[in-house]
């Protein structure tokens, strides 16, 4: 296929920019990214498609257009959707670098023009290989696995970091998680992993889907039993187009996920500044898919520096508990609103906590999560406002990972948690500065002396056996904080204010 013959498809309307004199360039596949140097990922050949995520000064253009230009692509596929054209930095630049390139319309999505240009691409080649034409023709995921379980003589799944499996064999719960923890850290996929297969030890292909810059927590994967070592290039080629048609069958579910998120962030934004009743919003929540007459729960998540990758990360999750529900950004993250019986959303906690587990073991991500308690539509603007204040609570207890409910809410932690960043750093640094510095300039411990003073609530006794010191070495200590600082340790107020100094000391 010819960059020439997508020019002259009127369907798709794809407008040249630059490099009309190279159309004569052969396809020979399709790349997906919004990586700023994707040459790594790039063999020669390939179409690369680009929403332009990466671009945020005319530098970039140059950097981007260069390492497409030193991978030898065929060319340059702009979506229109974020910048509302290709920006004339990114045309001088592919101009400067003879990457021909070309503006993909607004209604023309990356899903529609990967499976016209993969539909020319497969039809001169072997009639085993038609994994992408049966997503084409409507065939969904379990049909698509088994085919290729059928040419690869081998079992397959597809499975997700949050928990979601697909396959044609069952999994047990320890090789799934075994083979996430794999995908998130330890393999650099494509590649090979070992997990337990009942009680013997398997290997395993693990294979990417859909775009490397997307959080890998939020990413699928195929699992191919096997080793890749043993394959030919027969296997090679199928198990790379069984990746592309699960990459493309996400695609087509992500567009319908998206359209129904709008709607439901707008019905948040509404609740939330009093504009909508809740009688509205769950009007708004039942036509995107949620059940009005259910219990439900509503779980806040941080992942990453863009609500974005959390909101892409929360569908997954939500997805794999099968539960009704809907998910939207809302800055700083994403949430989600799950509708159940009380049975079915009180074990939520569990399963988002196994899921925190595979990403602290496995990669990484940043993931930060709050849940409410379980409440209805009536009160879902409180539901809202606690999931929030759990996850602030998670992020101010955990750093980067962390999850907590609504029931942690009635803790000192929340009041620390609710305050600016800034003030947190005042208070503490008002209260223990004059402490650390004595003890970085005399080498002394009166910091520790004092968490642990504390911690065992001034008795002199456990807390002197405790540091391992003599109770007269214990006494001259604290009246050696005392004099520092300026504050009587025998009065309580001074005592909580030391004890919230010593929470915020990381």
């Known amino acids: 296929m010819l960059l020439r013959d997508l020019l002259d498809d009127r369907e798709l309307g794809l407008v040249p920019l630059t490099g009309r004199q190279y159309l004569d360039r052969p396809i020979h596949g399709i790349y997906i990214t919004d990586l700023i140097d994707p040459r790594r990922y790039l063999h020669g050949g390939e179409l690369v498609l680009s929403g332009l995520v990466w671009h945020s000064e005319p530098a970039d253009s140059e950097r981007f257009a260069a390492a497409l230009a030193d991978a030898g692509v065929a060319g340059l596929a702009a979506g229109t959707a974020r910048l509302g054209g290709a920006p004339p930095d990114l045309v001088q630049a592919c101009a400067r670098h003879a990457v021909p390139l070309v503006e993909v319309p607004l209604a023309v999505s990356f899903n529609t023009l990967s499976e016209h240009v993969l539909r020319f691409l497969r039809r001169d080649t072997a009639p085993r290989r038609d994994l992408v034409d049966a997503v084409a023709a409507g065939a969904e995921l379990p049909r698509v696995l088994?085919?290729?379980?059928?040419?690869?003589?081998?079992?397959?799944?597809?499975?997700?970091?949050?928990?979601?499996?697909?396959?044609?064999?069952?999994?047990?719960?320890?090789?799934?998680?075994?083979?996430?923890?794999?995908?998130?850290?330890?393999?650099?996929?494509?590649?090979?992993?070992?997990?337990?297969?009942?009680?013997?030890?398997?290997?395993?292909?693990?294979?990417?889907?859909?775009?490397?810059?997307?959080?890998?927590?939020?990413?699928?994967?195929?699992?191919?039993?096997?080793?890749?070592?043993?394959?030919?290039?027969?296997?090679?080629?199928?198990?790379?187009?069984?990746?592309?048609?699960?990459?493309?069958?996400?695609?087509?579910?992500?567009?319908?996920?998206?359209?129904?998120?709008?709607?439901?962030r707008a019905a948040l934004h509404r609740l939330l500044d009093g504009s909508a009743s809740p009688p509205e919003v769950g009007?708004?929540?039942?036509?995107?898919?949620?059940?009005?007459?259910?219990?439900?729960?509503?779980?806040?998540?941080?992942?990453?520096?863009?609500?974005?990758a959390a909101?892409?990360?929360?569908?997954?999750?939500?997805?794999?508990?099968?539960?009704?529900?809907?998910?939207?950004?809302?800055?700083?993250?994403?949430?989600?609103?799950?509708?159940?019986?009380?049975?079915?959303?009180?074990?939520?906690?569990?399963?988002?906590?196994?899921?925190?587990?595979?990403?602290?073991?496995?990669?990484?991500e940043n993931l930060v999560i709050g849940v409410s308690d379980i409440s209805d539509t009536s009160s879902l603007r409180g539901a809202v406002e606690e999931a929030r204040h759990a996850r602030d609570l998670a992020a101010h207890r955990g750093g980067r990972r962390g999850m907590a409910t609504a029931a942690e809410l009635a803790s000192h932690q929340v009041l620390l948690a609710s305050l600016p960043e800034r003030l947190r750093c005042s208070y503490r640094d008002r209260l223990l500065s004059p402490l650390i510095d004595y003890d970085r300039g005399h080498q002394s411990e009166l910091v520790r002396t004092l968490r642990t003073f504390l911690e065992f609530s001034g008795?002199?006794?456990?807390?002197?056996?405790?540091?391992?010191?003599h109770v007269n070495t214990l006494r001259y200590r604290i009246r050696r904080i005392e004099e520092i600082t300026g504050r009587d340790l025998t009065d309580f107020a001074t005592r909580v204010d030391f004890y919230l100094a010593l929470r915020l000391l990381t």
């Open 146 to 264: 088994a085919l290729a379980a059928e040419q690869l003589d081998t079992d397959c799944w597809v499975l997700s970091a949050a928990g979601t499996v697909v396959g044609t064999a069952e999994l047990t719960e320890r090789s799934r998680r075994c083979l996430v923890r794999g995908f998130l850290g330890s393999v650099e996929p494509p590649g090979t992993v070992t997990a337990p297969v009942d009680e013997t030890g398997g290997a395993f292909v693990l294979w990417p889907v859909g775009s490397e810059a997307e959080p890998r927590a939020a990413r699928w994967f195929v699992a191919l039993a096997g080793d890749r070592q043993e394959w030919g290039p027969e296997a090679e080629a199928i198990a790379a187009d069984l990746g592309t048609a699960v990459a493309l069958l996400r695609s087509r579910l992500e567009e319908g996920r998206q359209a129904a998120s709008r709607s439901v």
């Open 283 to 308: 009007a708004r929540l039942e036509a995107a898919g949620l059940p009005a007459d259910e219990p439900l729960r509503v779980v806040a998540v941080e992942a990453g520096d863009h609500s974005e």
């Open 311 to 364: 909101t892409r990360l929360l569908r997954e999750i939500t997805a794999a508990t099968g539960l009704a529900a809907v998910t939207a950004p809302l800055e700083p993250g994403a949430l989600a609103l799950l509708a159940a019986d009380h049975g079915e959303l009180a074990g939520i906690d569990e399963r988002l906590r196994r899921v925190l587990d595979d990403v602290e073991h496995g990669g990484d």
């Open 459 to 469: 008795s002199w006794s456990r807390c002197a056996q405790t540091l391992h010191v």
